[in-house]
């Protein structure tokens, strides 16, 4: 396929590389010192949980989430470091992208209002 400047397949790694960025420029920007030592990722996580429409949502947040905290705190940062890293390096993509979209479902929708 031949579009503008560049072909699909390079459009799709200039996406690619696009989305590994933002991941990094969201590990980047995180409170590291509020979400390890104060919890404060995780009790929005569980704010976000408590409240959302589907329950295996809350089930999942208070069965596996819950029990762990701090566990969890270093798995969700540095999950996102990971992410940003196989997307814009192009290392294990295919997983890097699996393990983007997963808990994407348990986000807040846009017109939440804890969203400012």
Do not use: C, N
Not at 74 to 99: C, F, S
């Amino acid at each position: 396929m031949q579009t503008i400047w560049l072909t699909g397949a390079e459009w799709l790694a200039v996406l690619r590389i696009g989305l590994g960025l933002w991941w990094l420029e969201s590990w980047r920007h995180k409170d590291k010192k509020g979400w390890f030592e104060r919890g404060t990722g995780i009790a929005w996580a569980k704010s976000i949980a408590d409240e959302h429409r589907w329950g295996f949502v809350r089930g999942g947040f208070t069965t596996v989430v819950a029990p762990r905290p701090k566990l969890m705190a270093y798995v969700v940062v540095y999950a996102e470091l990971a992410l940003g890293l196989g997307l814009t390096v192009g290392l294990l993509t295919p997983v890097a992208l699996v393990g983007g979209a997963a808990p994407q479902p348990a986000l807040p929708r846009p017109d939440d209002p804890r969203l400012g």
